[in-house]
């Protein structure tokens, strides 16, 4: 923990410190909607989705990287028991109980969503106070937008495969 880093963020520490567990949290959820999504996805189109799917499952666990080392380096403890991964979430977890290729889709739309907004919070709350957590911040909510962006690309594509008989 380095001292003067902690006290730069002052009186607020503790709550940039939850902050970030409870984006952790959404974190490793994603990764495993992502991950299982991938895996268990049928329909047109599986291969790309299954493909992007994976993508976007690395992402979000190099997301949770940024935030562990965050968290540790404003003297916090991260998550350590993913029993609390559901208590802490902001966006909550869609288990792909349906795993036809537009719901699975659907789904992770939803969550990335979810996402932008809890990180643009992040943001705002961080700004004046945290430079390093809002640039962190800044960063994954990039990924989260083209996330987005890629899904409903797909999502666009297989509507548009409709047209093609």
């Known amino acids: 923990m380095g001292t003067k880093g902690r006290e730069m963020v002052g009186n607020k520490v503790d ?11 959404d974190e490793w959820l994603a ?3 992502y991950w299982i999504g991938s ?3 049928v329909g047109p189109m599986k291969g790309e989705v299954m493909t992007e799917l994976m993508e976007h499952a690395a992402d979000e666990l190099r997301h949770a990287e940024l935030l ?8 916090g403890k991260p998550i350590l028991d993913p029993d609390d991964w559901k208590k802490l979430t902001n966006c909550g977890y869609d288990a792909p109980e ?26 705002e709350m961080t700004k004046e106070i945290d430079p390093i957590t809002y640039e962190i ?29």
């Open 15 to 25: 709550e940039v410190i939850d902050l970030l567990n409870r984006a952790l949290a």
């Open 31 to 33: 990764y495993y909607q």
């Open 39 to 41: 895996k268990i996805v």
């Open 68 to 75: 562990v080392t965050r968290i540790i380096q404003l003297g």
């Open 98 to 123: 349906d795993p036809f290729v537009r719901k699975i889709l659907d789904q992770n739309i939803k969550g990335e969503q979810c996402a932008i907004s809890t990180y643009r919070k992040m943001m």
């Open 137 to 165: 911040a800044l960063e994954i909510m990039r990924d989260e937008v083209e996330h987005e962006d890629d899904l409903q690309g797909l999502v666009e594509d297989l509507e548009n495969m409709k047209f093609l008989r």
